[in-house]
């Protein structure tokens, strides 16, 4: 890793996404509503650091995986801590997150640029990425039929494959 990448890895890597005093922190959060392991929340968020570090350095568009995407919206609705603390602060730069408008053409540009982030992912920490939390362009893109559901009030069952 270059020298100047490594000082902002460290900033970033140095930032914390947990308030200490909170009754339920970020990580805590995350976990809860994504129905994931601490450990595993704890991961992505480490995830989200680097790609957020890859978005600092990188000349062209990414992509995230699903999972790092979910810490960075949980993150966004943390306005003052991504806004102030985080962009500001820690990276020194706005990075704003766009939806997609949808359609086959968006489809294939992020898919491109998912690989691409992949890529300079391995390059710039020397390692693939972790596939369970970041999978294969197939598995990113195939599986986002998703909805919010109030476990509270529904049963959430698996369908049946034949």
């Known amino acids: 890793m270059r020298p100047d990448h490594l000082a902002l890895w460290q900033k970033i890597e140095a930032f914390e996404l947990d308030d200490p005093h909170a009754a339920l922190t970020f990580t805590d959060r995350l976990a809860r509503e994504n129905g994931w392991p601490l450990h ?9 650091k680097r790609f957020m570090l890859l978005l600092c350095v990188a000349e062209h568009p990414l992509t995230p995986s699903d999972q790092v995407d979910q810490v960075w919206h949980l993150h966004l609705l943390y306005t003052r801590s991504y806004w102030d ?5 820690t990276l020194g730069r706005a990075i704003h997150h766009g939806p997609t408008r949808g359609g086959a053409r968006q489809q294939e540009q992020f898919t491109d640029w998912y690989a691409r982030t992949r890529e300079l992912y391995a390059h710039t920490f020397g390692h693939a990425p972790p596939a369970d939390l970041w999978p294969d362009s197939a598995t990113r893109f195939g599986d986002i039929n998703f909805r919010r559901v109030n476990l509270g009030r529904y049963w959430l069952l698996p369908k049946f494959r034949f």
């Open 40 to 48: 595993f929340s704890l991961r992505a968020v480490h995830e989200y």
């Open 85 to 89: 603390d985080f962009c500001q602060g």
